[in-house]
Nanobody, 115 residues
């Protein structure tokens, strides 16, 4: 059974930082491309950051320079370090694992940026 379990969300003030984690089980983690998506109320889910199985990364323009995605294949975990958080970063953040035509999703973790 495949599971992606996100953690690390919460309430933070503008300008603050959070680190999200996504622990994977039931897959050979190292061969999957991993990503973080987010969905704000009333908006479509959007890609925030992705990292390939060999470590190449890409980011949404809105988070470049503020967010960093990384992975630890020994721990079957992908991370999203979020710095300089803005109110517009408020959303549910989802972890995604994809390989060929197979994709898995986590249940999401809420990030709220507010003073």
């Amino acid at each position: 059974q495949v599971q992606l379990v996100e953690s690390g969300g919460g309430l933070v003030q503008p300008g603050g930082s959070l680190r999200l984690s996504c622990a994977a089980s039931g897959i050979i983690f190292s061969i999957y491309h991993m990503g973080w998506y987010r969905q704000a109320p009333g908006k479509e889910r959007e890609l925030v950051a992705a990292i390939t199985r060999v470590g190449s990364t890409n980011y949404a323009d809105s988070v470049k320079g503020r967010f960093t995605i990384s992975r630890d294949n020994a721990k079957n975990t992908v991370y999203l370090q979020m710095n300089g958080l803005k109110p517009e970063d408020t959303a549910v953040y989802y972890c995604n694992a994809v390989r060929d035509f197979t994709a898995y999703w986590g249940q999401g973790t809420q990030v709220t940026v507010s003073s």
